[in-house]
């Protein structure tokens, strides 16, 4: 990694001497965030510092055998707001901006404590004492390889498993450009630590409910193509989540599909949260850049692989309003065949 060197420096230093971290990460976590910061609660720890990770919103079910009783906690304002006021640093993991800190955005902003950043997401940073943003990296999860190996701590086998799941969900598996020779050899010594990938597939993978694979079905088969076959687009509604009996974010996994049909540049999928608000998730497959579109719209990610909530429209204008922003994107001024 050629950036961040003294921060990530400046950043060992602080932790070295905070006697009180508290770890978060975004907003409907995935395992790229509660990996980078459960390993280095666990480093801290490990050294006999105190540190807690306390996040504003639950963790999926297919991640929760990552952790042992006492390491994760969903904030409840009566316990945990004095732990972060109290703190010496708070470390946030993956963030993609202040907002997705959630509902305890606020809490974060008024501790006096030192506010830390590990990403590798892009975004204007209003709120961290240090952010350490590597944009090159698969995942914050090899920025947290790298600040171990620099903190000089023995790297075992509860430290690996997160890790890895972390590098697993942020390439796709393996998939996406990131996925870079470094990132195998980070992989390599993660395996040789005892971390077996046939049980994780089948932790992350193998434990879906059946509803989710049914909302994937009814959402492929809604799929319309645009812009002469380069843009596919997809979508959900709120009855038939309710219907299958799950939550929003198992139906977005969708969108990850749309850019296996030969052809297609972008990959958009939309969900009506209600009346006025649409939840866009878009996917380039790498001629296009979607993060801009996502910026101007308070969401963010990276160059290919972005989201957003579009406000003040019906979910009809709201699809409208993507699919012409897309098509100028594409460099297409025809009307596309919807
Ligand atoms: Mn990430």
Known sequence: METGRSQAAELLEVLAQSRRTVFTTHITPDGDGLGAALALLRALRGRGQRAEFINCSAAPHNLRFLWQRGEFH??????????????????????????????MEEVVRSSPAKKLLIDHHRYKNDLFDLALIVEGASSSCEIVWDLLRSMGVEMTHEL?????????????????????????????????????????????????????LQVLGSSLAAIKLACDGQLALSSTDRSTLRRLGIVPRDAFEV????????????????????????????????????????????????????????????????????????????????????
């Open 160 to 212: 690996a498993e997160p890790l890895y799941v972390g590098v697993v969900n942020d390439t796709g598996s393996f998939q996406y450009d990131a996925t870079t020779p470094r990132v195998h050899r980070m992989v390599a010594s993660l395996l040789e630590l005892g971390v077996e990938p046939a049980r994780i597939f089948r932790e992350l993978h193998c434990t879906q409910p059946l509803g989710k």
């Open 74 to 103: 969903v904030f409840d304002p009566d316990l945990h707001a004095r732990l972060l006021m109290d703190a010496d640093t708070i470390v946030a993991t993956d963030l993609g901006g202040a907002r997705r800190l959630g509902r």
């Open 255 to 338: 969108v990850n599909y749309l850019l296996r049909i030969r052809g297609v540049e972008v990959g958009v999928f939309l969900f009506p949260v209600d009346d006025s608000r649409t939840k866009v998730s878009l996917r380039s497959a790498g001629r296009v850049d979607v993060c801009s579109f996502a910026e101007s719209h308070g969401g963010g990610g990276h160059r290919f692989a972005a989201g957003c909530t579009v406000e003040g429209m019906s979910f009809e204008q709201a699809e409208a309003h993507v699919l012409g922003a897309m098509r100028e994107l594409l460099g297409q001024f025809e009307i596309g065949e919807a």
